[in-house]
């Protein structure tokens, strides 16, 4: 793939950070928190592409004044409508992962004339599971833990209500390197979000016909909460559900994941 070029744009109350990779259709790729750090092994499999990659607002390179300020997915939408403005060539394809799913499928309601195929990889929307209310308060839970006793407390009982398993360490294994600054803006941002992103509510009649696609990792069983709100997503918006390789990070090789593998489904979805 060709070296990039990074770019960035004013949008009330941050400064949008974007990477353009290659050239062809154009292809986005964006998560929340998950920084264009996170998809450059899955962008390099795409090289007859012109494949964008984002810092969502308040990560990586696009600060924000107020931090503190709690996600607003209509408003991680409108940026990434943004982006696509300023990149132009038309519709573009969008892969959105885990909270970038909610934000491809919201641009895809706003915006139906800027997407031509959206995939949403786990979409972590709780509010079509058969136990959305209990889910909404473990949500809670976990950001009152967030505000009354910070982060790492609040990681752990994220991992909990998410039924991801947590590895345990060797005995003699060093302790694991502090998160660096990134990491730490990053999971701010998902713990400041744990209740407006996950709880937000898509209409699913915006939707353009025939253009949403729903993911879910193989992996992704019953006892994993994004693997249920798949499900439960793909049954709302009416598409069939399709399974990518690995889990919830499945084209992340720090995550166990193949961006080979996983590239491989995307692009069929894609053609």
Not at 68 to 94: F, H, I, K, M, N
Request: with cysteine.
């Amino acid at each position: 793939m060709t070296h990039p070029t990074t770019h960035t744009l004013d949008a009330p109350g941050a400064t949008l950070s974007y990477e353009v990779h290659g050239s062809g259709p154009v292809l986005l790729m964006v998560g929340h928190p998950m920084t264009a750090d996170g998809f450059r092994a899955l962008a390099d499999q795409f090289p007859d592409r012109t494949v964008v990659l984002h810092d969502p607002r308040g990560t990586g390179g696009s600060p924000m004044p107020d931090p503190t300020q709690p996600p607003d997915v209509d408003v991680l939408a409108e940026d990434l409508s943004r982006v696509l403005a300023a990149v132009g060539q038309g519709p573009a394809d969008v892969f959105g992962s885990s909270g970038g799913a909610i934000t491809a499928l919201a641009l895809a309601a706003a915006h139906p004339d800027q997407v031509r195929t959206v995939v949403a990889h786990e979409p972590p929307l709780v509010e079509h599971l058969a136990d959305a209310d209990a889910v909404r308060a473990q949500l809670a839970e976990v950001a009152a833990t967030h505000r009354e006793h910070g982060a790492g407390a609040a990681m752990g009982a994220f991992a909990a209500v998410a039924g991801f398993a947590l590895p345990e360490p060797a005995p003699d294994a060093p302790p694991p390197p502090a998160p660096s600054e990134a990491d730490q803006r990053a999971m701010a941002r998902m713990l400041l979000g744990i209740e407006s992103v996950c709880t937000y509510r898509l209409d699913a009649a915006a939707l353009p016909p025939g253009r949403v696609r729903i993911g879910v990792g193989a992996w992704s069983g019953e006892q994993v909460l994004t693997g249920r709100t798949s499900r439960a997503e793909a049954a709302h918006v009416g598409v069939p559900l399709v399974e990518f390789p690995g889990g919830h990070g499945g084209f992340v090789t720090e995550q166990g994941g193949d961006a080979v593998a996983f590239a491989a489904v995307l692009r069929g979805l894609l053609e």
